[in-house]
């Protein structure tokens, strides 16, 4: 598994705990910056995924 896919879900995870609490207290620039790390975090999975699937890994 490529190392960028672990950061990847990492990235997601933290993005979601910031989204989530942005919501709860109303902070609408933590909210867009945990949407913004979820985002981030999906692409970085996926160059992960390309790079497991260029070199045969699954």
Do not use: C, F, P, W
């Amino acid at each position: 598994m490529d190392k960028d896919r672990i950061e990847g879900a990492m990235e997601q995870a933290k993005g979601k705990v910031k989204e989530g609490a942005g919501k709860l207290t109303g902070d609408k620039k933590l909210e867009a910056e945990g949407k913004a790390d979820k985002a981030s975090g999906k692409l970085q999975n996926a160059v992960g995924g390309l790079k497991d699937t260029l070199r045969g890994d699954k």
